[in-house]
T-cell receptor
Framework: AQSVSQHNHHVILSEAASLELGCNYSYGGTVNLFWYVQYPGQHLQLLLKYFSGDPLVKGIKGFEAEFIKSKFSFNLRKPSVQWSDTAEYFCAVTGGVAAGNKLTFGGGTRVLVKP | ETGVTQSPTHLIKTRGQQVTLRCSSQSGHNTVSWYQQALGQGPQFIFQYYREEENGRGNFPPRFSGLQFPNYSSELNVNALELDDSALYLC??????????????FGPGTRLTVT
């Protein structure tokens, strides 16, 4: 069975600081990887996705993620955060047809950016 | 905004009752997935519907059931409500192409409270 682990439950940082959120998954086959963000009072939004090709993926709002297959990791990064990046971030994986195309989510990381 | 809509926004039910939640998928999408998000946790996959048939199910009891209609909208039904069913129920739509569906787009969710 697929599982996703997000290492940090809560992160507090100041504006202009760099952000890195860890994500590890367990699944033996080909995976599709995603980061979703949930801003306060808003619905889940897709930040970025990885299906194949260049393991460094760029998403919206200056976010990027790197897929390291040997480490089963897909960490999210942003060089300089803003107060508006305060949100909950979820890493998710699908295992393709064999896994029924269901999204398996990590537990989420709450990020608070102090102005 | 993703174009995925859900109704109602909030719902309060009593233990033992039944509830129906509704979802309209994004235009052009043919697959709907349902997730349960308990407070402080990541979304958990309930089931997915494609071409009006269930196409994968998570670890949820049979009292959770669903439907997909010819216009690709969907319903989630929960019978014999329990207190632990209190959660945010999320609908996500996607386009299934050749057996693989990729990014899923989420609606705002229905907040269900069971008392």
């Amino acid at each position: 069975a697929q599982s996703v682990s997000q290492h940090n439950h809560h992160v507090i940082l100041s504006e202009a600081a760099s952000l890195e959120l860890g994500c590890n998954y367990s699944y033996g086959g080909t995976v599709n990887l995603f980061w979703y963000v949930q801003y306060p009072g808003q619905h889940l939004q897709l930040l970025l996705k990885y299906f194949s090709g260049d393991p460094l993926v760029k998403g919206i709002k200056g976010f990027e993620a790197e897929f390291i297959k040997s480490k089963f990791s897909f960490n999210l990064r942003k060089p300089s955060v803003q107060w508006s990046d305060t949100a909950e971030y979820f890493c998710a994986v699908t295992g393709g047809v064999a896994a029924g195309n269901k999204l398996t989510f990590g537990g989420g990381t709450r990020v608070l950016v102090k102005p | 905004e993703t174009g995925v809509t859900q109704s109602p926004t909030h719902l309060i039910k009593t233990r033992g009752q039944q509830v129906t939640l509704r979802c309209s998928s994004q235009s052009g999408h043919n697959t709907v997935s349902w997730y349960q998000q308990a407070l402080g946790q990541g979304p958990q996959f309930i089931f997915q519907y494609y071409r009006e048939e269930e196409n994968g199910r998570g670890n949820f009891p049979p009292r959770f059931s669903g439907l997909q209609f010819p216009n690709y909208s969907s319903e989630l039904n929960v019978n014999a409500l329990e207190l632990d069913d209190s959660a945010l129920y999320l609908c996500a739509s996607s386009l299934d192409r050749g057996g693989l569906s990729y990014e899923q787009y989420f609606g705002p969710g229905t907040r269900l409270t069971v008392t």
